[in-house]
């Protein structure tokens, strides 16, 4: 079965700092994408970063980054220079190539940032 | 604007009264899904619907209904809603899910069943 772990349902971080929000996902499938979600408490659902699988080079979107390591199934998420603003759940999500049915989501990391 | 319309935002209902949430999109997204979010159990899909007249079960599907009648409306409806549906619904869609396309969120509907 694929599913998608995130081993952390709480983290801190103080402003400023950098923190990583770390995520595995287990298949059998070669070719996929990978997501993180963020959800504000406005409960407003936003696409953070994406990650195709067959591409080596790690997404980056401004602060956010992500360590991708196929081998292990790990997606870990990178946020540097935390802004109060980026307090929220985060979610990542897996969903293979050329499947048209469902994206499959974590259980979501809470992240509070600490002024 | 391109969007997830998604109504009502709450909803306090009681054991056994049918209710719809209500769910359109003005992207002609031929994709469309409901989740459910609970504290612990992140997003788990209810039903999908590919295009219009074609919808299948999600992982749990227990106790609700969909219709696909037109691409831009996707309604879930509880016909007998009980206390284990309490939680917050969301309404998501996409051009496709071939590709990398993201998922377009509703804001969400917070359901209540005493």
């Known amino acids: 079965a694929q599913t998608v772990t995130q081993s952390q349902p709480e983290m801190s971080v103080q402003e400023a700092e950098t923190v990583t929000l770390s995520c595995t996902y287990d298949?059998?499938?070669?070719?996929?994408?990978l997501f993180w979600y963020k959800q504000p408490p406005s409960r407003q659902m936003i696409l953070v970063i994406r990650?195709?699988?067959?591409?080596?080079q790690n997404a980056t979107e401004n602060r956010f980054s992500v360590n991708f390591q196929k081998a292990a199934k790990s997606f870990s998420l990178k946020i540097s220079d935390s802004q109060l603003g980026d307090a929220a759940m985060y979610f990542c999500a897996y969903r293979v190539r050329g499947r048209d049915d469902k994206i499959i989501f974590g259980k979501g990391t809470r992240l509070h940032i600490l002024p | 604007e391109a969007q997830v319309t998604q109504n009502p935002r709450y909803l306090i209902t009681v054991t056994g009264k049918k209710l719809t949430v209500t769910c359109s999109q003005n992207m002609n997204h031929e994709y469309m899904s409901w989740y459910r979010q609970d504290p612990g159990l992140g997003l788990r899909q209810i039903y999908y619907?590919?295009?219009?007249?074609?919808?299948d079960k999600g992982d749990v599907p227990e106790g609700y209904k969909v219709s696909r009648k037109e691409k831009r409306n996707f309604p879930l409806i509880l016909e007998s809603p009980s206390p284990n549906q309490t939680s917050l619904y969301f309404c998501?869609?996409?051009?496709?899910?071939?590709?990398?396309?993201?998922?377009?969120f509703g804001s969400g509907t917070q359901l209540s069943v005493l």
């Open positions: 990650q195709e699988a067959y591409k080596q």
């Open positions: 619907s590919m295009n219009v007249e074609v919808t």
């Open positions: 998501a869609s996409s051009l496709t899910l071939q590709g990398w396309e993201k998922l377009f």
């Open positions: 298949t059998s499938e070669s070719d996929y994408y």
